[in-house]
C-alpha cells in the first residue's frame, strides 16, 4: 500500500504535525493528519511493525478530533475518527449479503483430504491441482463491502443469506482500514470476506481486568469475539481490542468503461488466483492470511503440511482451529462450482477436538490462601487434546448462573491453549429432570464460619484467621519456591505436619519439634538433616521474598520487589499509609489498601516479630548497602524472552545489587529492557513506546560490569 518514499513522506509529516502547535489551513492539516493516522494504523495492525508511541498517536488523533469539531465541513466518511461511534442502538437492522455466505465442507485425516482432491481434479477435468492452504481463523465471519473505496457496511454472516448490518462496531477495528484505493483501480462496489478474531494476549488481559474487577472470565476468544461485535454499544466494542483477517473477495463491480478496462488488467494478473488476490488485499492495507499462506502442487505435499502444522497451532497470535485448503485458479473455481452449503473448491481440515461433552457429577467447594471460595466442577472424566480432563474450576458464582449449570447436566467443555479446561456451556434441552441447583454453602466449607462477600466483588469469602485451610495454604505458599524456597518442605510434609498438629503458622516452621518429627515413618536423619538446612538457608533469603511468601492478597513477585525496595526494614511498612503506597511503581487502589490492612494488623506485626526472633531477615540488605549510591540507583529494567546467558532471577539479582529496581511491565517509568531469544509483546510495546532503552545479554552484562 505504501513505498518506502510514502512511508519517509508521513513519518517526516507527523513529526511536524506532533511539534507545529499552530494551523495555519485547517483543510490541509486535516488531510494531512487523517493520511498520518490511516498510515500509522496501517503500520501497526497490518504490518505489526509500530511507527509511533501510543502518546504520539493520541496527540495526532485529539488534534484532528478538535479541528473535526471546529470545522464540521471538513469531516469525510473515512475520516479515522468516525471509529468513534457514540450512543445505543435498539438492534442491529438485517442486511443482505450479494453473495451467500457458505460453509465450507469439513475433513479429518489423510483419507478425507485424497478422496476430496480425486472429486476436484475430476471436477477441474485435470491431472493435478495448485492448492492454497492456510490457518482456519476461529473467530466470527463476517463481510464487508467498500464503495468507490470506502467502507460502507461491515454485516455478520447470520444465516448466510441476511446478516445483521454491524457497521458502527466493526469500524472499532483499527484493523479493518475505513478506505482503501479499490477505486484507482478500477473498482466501484467490492464484498470482502473474513474473520473477526482476538489477539491471544489481548484476550488474556481483557480476562484478567474482569476478575480483578469482580467479572466472570469470558470463555474463550471465539466467543468474545462473537459476543463483542453485537453489543449494542460501540465504545464498549472499542475496549476489547478486536482484530481482523481478511481472506476472500466475494464480488466486485466496474462503473465506467475505462474501469472496466482497469478491472479486466486486474483480473488477468492480481485477480486470477486466489494467492494473487490476498497479496494484491494486503498491498491495498487489509489484514489478510497472505503471509502465513503456503502453495503447494500435490495433495501429499497438502496432508504432510497439515500434520506439521498442528503442533504449531499455538505458536501463531490468534486461535485457529484447523486449516482451509482452495483450488488456487478462481478460473478452476469457476468451473468446479458449489452446492447449496459448501464451495466444492474449498475444504476445512479440522484439528483433533479439544472440546468434547462429559457430566456434570458434582461441585466441590474449595477454600484458597486468600480465604476465596471457589467451585470446582467434578466431571465424568472425559480425553481432551491428548488429556483426561475430570476436574474444572468455575470461578465464582456469577460463573455458575450465567451458565445456567446444575448437577446431572450434559455439559460441553473445552481446554484453552491445551492446558486450561473450561465450561462451555450446559445443554438445558437434554435434562430429564433429576437435575439439581448447585447450592452454594453460606459458612466455609473447611472452618464452618459465615462466608461474606463484597459488593464490588464475585467471590465468596471465609475471613476467618483460624480457618485450616488457609493456614495450611499459607504455609505450603510461604514454603513455595518463589517465596521462601524450602525446597525439602513441599506440599505434601506441610500437610502432614499440619495435620499432626506439628505446625500451625509460619514462625512455627523455625521452631519445629524434631524429636516429634524423628517418630514418624518416612523421616530419617538424613531427611531431617536436608529439611533443617533447607529451612536455616531460607532465613537469608532477601526481603522481597519474604513479603511475597507472607500471602498480602494482590501482591505477587513484582509487586513483593516494589515494596521491598522502597524500605530498608520490613516495619516501615506497618507505618505506611495507603497514599504512600501509592506513589510506588505498578501500586493500584486495590494492592494499596491490601497492603496498609495487613501490616496494620497486630497478628500479623507479632507473626513478623516472631520470625525475626528465629533469624529470619527482615531487611532489605541491598538498599542498606548500597542506599542511594548503587551504580544503577534509580534505573529500573524488565527482561523479557529467554535469556541463555543466565538465568532470569539472577540477572535481576545483579541489578539490584546494582541499587537498580525491576519493573512487572513496560511503562514510562522503565528505562531498560533485556531482550532474549522469542522476546514477545513487551518488546513491541518498549519499541511502540520509543523512550525505552533495549539491550542485548551482551550489552546488558556490558552495562553491569562498567557500572
Known sequence: MYQLTDEKRLYDQARRLLTDSEVTDPGVAVSQLREVIAYADWKYYVQDDPALADEEYDKL??????????????????????????????RFPAVSHMVPMLSLDNTYNADDLRDWDERCRELASVEELEYCVEPKYDGASISLVYENGILTRGATRGDGIMGEDITNNIMQIKAIPLSAPFANLGIGQIEIRGEVVIHKKDFEEFNRQRIAGGLSPLANPRNAASGTLRILDPAEVRKRKLNAILYHISFYTTDSEKAAANAADLRATELDTHR???????????????????????????????????SQRDELPFEIDGLVIKVNSF?????????????????AYKFRARQATSKLLKVEFQVGRTGAVTPVAKI???????????????????????????????????????????????FPELRDGSEQEIVFPENCPACGEKLEKQEDMAA??????????????????????????????????VQK???????????????????????????????????????????????????????????????AKTLASAVTNIRELYDWSVEKLLTLEDVGP?????????????ENRHM??????????????????????????????????????????????????????????????????????????????????GTVTILTEDEFLSLTTQQ
Open 276 to 310: 494473487h488476490s490476498l497479496e494484491w488485499l494486503y498491498k491495498m492495507g487489509l489484514p489478510t492470511p497472505a503471509r502465513q499462506m503456503r502453495l503447494f502442487r500435490h495433495i501429499d505435499e497438502v496432508i504432510q503440511f497439515c500434520n506439521e502444522f498442528e
Open 380 to 426: 465424568e472424566p472425559v480425553p481432551i487434546g491428548g488429556v483426561t480432563v475430570g476436574s474444572i474450576s468455575l470461578f465464582n458464582e456469577d460463573v455458575v448462573r450465567e451458565k445456567d449449570l446444575r448437577i446431572g447436566d450434559t455439559v460441553l467443555v473445552e481446554r484453552a491453549g491445551d492446558v486450561i479446561p473450561y465450561i462451555v456451556k450446559s
Open 61 to 90: 488523533f485529539k488534534k484532528l478530533k478538535q479541528l473535526e469539531d471546529r470545522h464540521p465541513e471538513l469531516v469525510t466518511a473515512d475520516s479515522p475518527t468516525r471509529r468513534i461511534a457514540s450512543g445505543l442502538s435498539e
Open 608 to 689: 513478623i516479630d516472631h520470625l525475626g526472633e528465629a533469624g529470619v531477615n527482615l531487611l532489605n540488605e541491598q538498599k542498606s548497602a548500597v542506599g542511594a549510591d548503587g551504580a544503577l540507583s534509580g534505573k529500573t529494567f524488565l527482561f523479557t524472552g529467554t535469556l541463555s546467558q543466565f538465568k532470569r532471577s539472577d540477572a535481576e539479582a545483579i541489578v539490584e545489587q546494582k541499587g537498580g529496581n525491576i519493573l512487572g511491565s513496560v511503562s514510562s517509568k522503565l528505562n531498560f529492557l533485556v531482550v532474549g531469544t522469542d522476546a514477545g509483546s513487551k518488546l513491541e510495546k518498549a519499541k511502540k513506546l
Open 497 to 559: 505436619f499440619f495435620d499432626l498438629d506439628l505446625l500451625k503458622d509460619i514462625p512455627g516452621i523455625y521452631n519445629m519439634d524434631w524429636q516429634k518429627v524423628r517418630l514418624l515413618g518416612g523421616f530419617g536423619e538424613k531427611s531431617i538433616q536436608n529439611l533443617t538446612e533447607a529451612i536455616e538457608n531460607s532465613k537469608k533469603q532477601p526481603l522481597n521474598r519474604l513479603i511475597f511468601g507472607l500471602g498480602i492478597r494482590y501482591v505477587g513477585e513484582t509487586t
Open 460 to 493: 465468596w469469602r471465609c475471613i476467618s484467621s483460624s480457618c485450616p485451610v488457609q493456614l495450611a495454604e499459607r504455609l505450603m505458599h510461604f514454603a513455595s519456591k518463589d517465596a521462601m524456597d524450602i525446597r525439602s518442605l513441599g506440599t505434601a510434609n
Open 331 to 347: 478460473a478452476l473455481q469457476d468451473k468446479m462450482g458449489m452446492t447449496s452449503h459448501h464451495p466444492r473448491w474449498a475444504v
Open 590 to 602: 486495590k494492592v494499596a489498601n491490601s497492603v496498609s490492612h495487613f501490616f496494620s494488623l497486630p
